[in-house]
């Protein structure tokens, strides 16, 4: 991965109408943010317990449609010291009735990017928009044999009994656990949990916070 393949527009692969990604360098390292798609969810499945004046205004603030949040899924590739690190995987082929998501493979290649050079990947969490991407064959055929996964200690014992009774999230819960459980019973021997602070590649440290889906890498550090 160079910065300059991954932030001159000219470059973007040959079926890219723009780029669906940006770069920038923090100190050593490099940092690219890559589109995973455009996930179109009903608002009252993020705000279940919001009226729905208060949703419409959200909507309208955020300039989005009344009847739909349209939610920009991300990821990022981390490069320092020789290590190329994968934080989050994006949905995969976990959701066929929407194909605008699921695009990370492709954007890879795009930004020449080849999945074999991933050292490590670390995973936020274990939702299906985060852990989808490792499921599909075209990321997980192409991965390196045996590349560790990291990921907090915390969110693997969550989901080793899962309870969602405060929290519906719209009818997911049975996705989430489906792609969850499919995703330990495929790399159960790849997983690396850690309890706290753990640096992954120089300058790459990874810490246990319980942040969710919200924009903790869409908008990386300036």
């Known amino acids: 991965m160079s910065l300059d393949i991954a932030s001159r527009p000219g470059r973007a692969g040959t079926n890219e109408l723009v780029p669906s990604r940006y770069a920038l360098r923090i100190g050593e390292i490099d940092v690219l943010v890559i589109s995973d798609g455009v996930f179109p969810l009903p608002a009252t499945t993020l705000a279940t317990n919001v009226g729905p004046a208060d949703i419409a205004a959200w909507l309208d603030d955020t300039l989005q449609p009344r009847d739909v949040y349209k939610w920009p899924l991300n990821v990022v590739v981390v490069r320092s010291g020789g290590r190329t690190v994968l934080i989050d995987s994006g949905a995969g082929s976990e959701?066929?009735?929407?194909?605008?998501?699921?695009?990370?493979?492709?954007?890879?290649?795009?930004?020449?990017?080849?999945?074999?050079?991933?050292?490590?990947?670390?995973?936020?969490?274990?939702?299906?928009?985060?852990?989808?991407?490792?499921?599909?064959?075209?990321?997980?055929?192409?991965?390196?044999?045996?590349?560790?996964?990291?990921?907090?200690?915390?969110?693997?014992?969550?989901?080793?009994?899962?309870?969602?009774?405060?929290?519906?999230?719209?009818?997911?819960?049975?996705?989430?656990?489906?792609?969850?459980?499919?995703?330990?019973?495929?790399?159960?021997?790849?997983?690396?949990?850690?309890?706290?602070?753990?640096?992954?590649?120089?300058?790459?440290?990874?810490?246990?916070?319980?942040?969710?889906?919200?924009?903790l890498w869409t908008h990386p550090i300036s």
């Open 95 to 215: 959701f066929p009735d929407f194909p605008g998501v699921g695009q990370l493979a492709a954007r890879l290649d795009a930004a020449g990017i080849d999945p074999a050079s991933v050292t490590d990947v670390v995973l936020t969490h274990l939702h299906v928009d985060h852990v989808g991407g490792l499921l599909a064959d075209g990321l997980r055929s192409r991965l390196r044999p045996g590349v560790p996964i990291h990921l907090a200690a915390a969110e693997a014992g969550f989901w080793s009994s899962p309870d969602f009774s405060r929290n519906t999230f719209g009818g997911f819960p049975d996705t989430l656990r489906s792609a969850e459980e499919r995703f330990v019973n495929a790399y159960h021997g790849q997983l690396r949990p850690f309890e706290k602070e753990y640096e992954v590649a120089p300058g790459v440290v990874v810490c246990c916070t319980g942040v969710r889906d919200f924009p």
